[in-house]
C-alpha cells in the first residue's frame, strides 16, 4: 500500500504540542487524526490493519459468496440472497473505505504515534481524572 506523505503530516514533536494544549486541541482536525491513528497503532499498526482487510476480503467476502450460491438452487429464498447481496456489496464498500483510510496514514505518522503511546495515555488519564 502506497502512502504519500503529508505536509501536516504528525510528529512525535506536533502530537505533544496538541497533548499540551488541552481540551482546546479537541476541535483541531489533527487531534482528530491523531486520535485516529492512535486507534490503528493500538489495534497492532497498518500492518495488523491491512492483514485484517485481507482476511475479510478473502474469508468473509467468500463465505458470502458461497452462501449465496447454495440459496441459488433452493426455491423461496430470494429475499436471503438479497439480504446476502447487500451485506456483500457493504463489504466491499467498508474494505474499499479502510484501505482508502489507511493509505492516507503514512508510516513516520504511525511510528510518531506510537512512540507517543505513553504521554497519549497519560494525556487520557489526566483528562479523565475526577
Do not use: F
Not at 33 to 60: D, N
Not at 74 to 88: D, G, K, M, T, V
Amino acid at each position: 500500500m502506497e502512502t504519500t506523505p503529508s505536509p501536516t503530516e504528525l510528529t512525535a514533536d506536533r502530537i505533544r504540542a496538541l497533548l499540551a494544549m488541552g481540551p482546546d486541541a479537541v476541535a483541531l482536525p489533527e487531534y482528530q487524526r491523531l486520535l485516529e491513528i492512535y486507534c490503528v497503532v493500538k489495534a497492532g499498526g497498518l500492518a495488523a490493519q491491512v492483514a485484517v482487510i485481507q482476511r475479510l476480503e478473502t474469508v468473509e467476502a467468500a463465505a458470502l459468496a458461497a452462501e449465496i450460491a447454495a440459496l441459488q438452487t433452493q426455491a423461496a429464498s430470494s429475499n436471503r440472497i438479497q439480504a446476502l447481496e447487500q451485506e456483500r456489496w457493504e463489504l466491499q464498500q467498508s474494505i474499499r473505505d479502510r484501505r482508502h483510510y489507511l493509505s492516507t496514514i503514512h508510516p513516520a505518522e504511525a511510528a510518531a504515534v506510537a512512540a507517543c503511546l505513553g504521554d497519549i495515555e497519560a494525556h487520557w488519564q489526566r483528562r479523565s481524572a475526577p
